[in-house]
Each structure stands twice: as structure tokens, then as C-alpha cells.
């Protein structure tokens, strides 16, 4: 959770505390005074004069009405602590909110530092550089230059099949959301641990899948793998872009039921586009998916 969030959430509690804060008070000044005598509980009120009144508990309806009084007394006290606490916190974030002061470490270094750092997969940065650089997942049958497929070049560079997946891609790139294009994927393969994969400095990255291929004819290629940077779960994300075409839908059902019977869950694991020739993909589905699954 980086300081932006952080700050909203701060900002949502605070608003809980106002509702507490704007309980209406009681005017007529008594307050509950509560005793044990003799292992029983006593209930006395004091009245603006001082006066100490014992109730019975025969009254119970008094009881009551001073009980709550009594709790909703505490109730703001604690409720006006906290906000305090919380519009100090706020103030200290919001000198710098777009910027954390852990994952800007790596952005800080001199560029000759820069090009000799291992980044620290400590970080939700360095987690996402690492996830991007180099993923045990990413065997691409493409280097997605240019051709009669991939005509429509995105903000990032690449090039990819349709207008649609340039406003996917181009809305994940501006929001700062990892992605890789048209990985190559076999749901049924397994990770064989007897073929570890490494990045460049040693580390154990993932694991080799046995009879994977990224050229097989049965090996799928989900339109974007993305990453929340921080709960470093990474989705597939399928753009339908023809779903008013019997025969795209017959093959695109056949791709999801290997996939799902695979055990990958639609809203889990899988992230769902969709759009025909009558109704087009609107960017703010895109902001729904971004907002809840990948920030």
C-alpha cells in the first residue's frame, strides 16, 4: 500500500469519526456514575449541581437511557483522540504523497549506481522491476515487432492486434501497472523442480514446465499478463473483441474451458474484456479493472 492509499484510507476513517462525533448530545447534563457494592452493579447519576442521585434497578428504562449516554460519552472521547492522531498522520503524509520514500530509493541513485544495483525485491518497485525484467511465466513466441498481426503500436512500444488492446495496454503503461503481452502458456503444464530458472544474478526465478513449448499448437497466448505491484499477484487479462462472431466465440469458449478446468478462476486469475461490433469497449471498464484488481 503506498502513501496515496494509505492517505484515502486515513481520510475514509476520519469521516466514520465525524459521523461519531455528530451524535446528538443530551442537554439535560446527567451522567451515569456506575459502582460495584457488595458484587452488584450500581447505578447513580450525577446531575449539573453535583448531586448524586442513586436509580434502582427496578428503572430500568433509566438504566438504559444512562447506559447509552454513558457509552456514547466514551465513544466521542475515543473517537476525538483518534482523529487527532489520524489528521496528524495525514499532515505528515501529504507533504510528499505521490512520492514513497522506499521505492523512490531506486529512482534517487546516480545513473552509473543505477546501472550496477541489484534492486531489492523488498519493494513493491523492486518486485515489479524484477517481475518485468525477467518472469519464470514469459516464454514469448513473438518479439512483437511489426507484422500483418500486430499492426497497432502501443505508448510503450509494442505492437499488438487491435485498436482495443492499444487502449488496454496504453492505460495500463500511464497507471504504472506490469504487464507482458502474449505470453506464451500451456494451463495444463506443471513446474518441473528439477529445472530451476534463473535471472542474472543466481536467484531461483521460477521453474521450467514439463512438456511446455511456446511454438506448440495447443500453447495459448492470453492477450496481457498484469501485476499488482502490491499484493504481487499477477493476473491473465483477455480482451473478446468479437463476441457478436459465432465461430471467434466457439473457439474462444474451447481456450477458456482448458483454462478453467486447469483450475484458474474468471475474477481470480483471469481478467475479462469484452466488446462487439454494437458495443465497443468503454475505457471506464477498464479504470473498474484497474482500480479494483491491480492497484
Known sequence: MNKLEIIKVLKETACHLDAILDLPSQKDGRTLNFKMLKGRPAFFYREKGGKQVYVRLSDEKQIRELSSRYYERKLKTA????KRQIEGCIMILEKKPETSDVDGVADRLPKAVKDNAGFSELTDEGYAR???EGNS?????????????????TMRGDYVGSKSEVI???????SGIPYHYEVAFTPEATPDRERPVFDESGMVVGFEASGFSPEAMDTLHPDFYVLNKRTRKAYFWEHLGKMDDPEYCRKNFNRFMRILDAGYV???DLL???EDSRNPLMTESIERIIEKYLK
Open 137 to 153: 511465466i514469459v516464454k514469448k513466441m513473438r518479439t512483437h515487432g511489426k507484422d500483418d498481426y500486430h499492426r497497432f503500436k
Open 266 to 268: 474468471i475474477g481470480e
Open 79 to 82: 473517537a476525538l483522540k483518534e
Open 168 to 174: 488496454i495496454a496504453d492505460r495500463l503503461f500511464m
Open 130 to 132: 524484477k517481475w518485468q
Open 272 to 274: 475479462v474484456t469484452h
